[in-house]
T-cell receptor, first 108, second 118 residues
Framework: LAKTTQPISMDSYEGQEVNITCSHN???????ITWYQQFPSQGPRFIIQ???TKVTNEVASLFIPADRKSSTLSLPRVSLSDTAVYYC?????????FGTGTRLQVFP | GAVVSQHPSWVICKSGTSVKIECRSL??????MFWYRQFPKQSLMLMAT?????????EQGVEKDKFLINHASLTLSTLTVTSAHPEDSSFYIC??????????????FGSGTRLTVV
């Protein structure tokens, strides 16, 4: 399973765009990239998933370069409620192994 | 859709007793269930994988006799913490994969169980 590396923490202010980059140098051809959000004392919640190029949904965008060795989660115009831990994972229908995650703190 | 219901959400038990945590897939069949443990300010650590109708697979370092996992049906998996000790106090989370084709493969997580052993 590909190991992921992402910043331990990030700070932002309300209304700003936040980009969290994750490295996964050993990603395999069949691996997908997925991001989850977790609030304290809750289970992780799915944000977005992709294989290559760009994926966008109602809450975020995911940018994946051609070599797929990294990915960037983009959160547009964050609010206080986006304060959480964000996990980047790679998988191919196997079990999900979590890395350290990025603790995002949004300030007013 | 794709909801995993986890109960209880929190439990306090005395040292030496056993606690059972249940995870039910409400609107899909979960042939596989993953069990995680999470300590404060740390990431989720995979403990074991349960498969319906067969023995669970435990990750290295996880005591199978202490963390009993049963997956008796396609919608129910249980984790029993036996002879609990204060160091077992943690946040336990289950997760089930939803196979809708690789392009739309995903995992649904339960809401977690906060176990406190006193």
């Amino acid at each position: 399973l590909a190991k992921t590396t992402q910043p331990i923490s990030m700070d932002s202010y309300e209304g700003q765009e936040v980009n969290i980059t994750c490295s996964h140098n050993n990603i395999a051809t069949n691996d997908y990239i997925t991001w989850y959000q977790q609030f304290p004392s809750q289970g992780p919640r799915f944000i977005i998933q992709g294989y290559k190029t760009k994926v966008t949904n109602e809450v975020a965008s995911l940018f994946i370069p051609a070599d797929r060795k990294s990915s960037t989660l983009s959160l547009p115009r964050v609010s206080l409620s986006d304060t959480a831990v964000y996990y980047c994972l790679v998988f191919n229908t196997d079990k999900l192994i979590f890395g350290t995650g990025t603790r995002l703190q949004v300030f007013p | 859709g794709a909801v995993v219901s986890q109960h209880p959400s929190w439990v306090i038990c005395k040292s030496g007793t056993s606690v059972k945590i249940e995870c039910r897939s409400l609107d899909f069949q979960a042939t596989t269930m993953f069990w995680y443990r999470q300590f404060p300010k740390q990431s989720l650590m995979l403990m074991a994988t349960s498969n319906e109708g067969s023995k669970a697979t435990y990750e290295q370092g996880v005591e199978k006799d202490k963390f009993l996992i049963n997956h008796a049906s396609l919608t129910l998996s249980t984790l029993t913490v036996t002879s609990a000790h204060p160091e077992d106090s943690s946040f336990y989370i289950c997760s089930a994969p939803r196979d809708r084709g690789l392009d739309n493969y995903g995992y649904t997580f339960g809401s977690g169980t906060r176990l406190t052993v006193v």
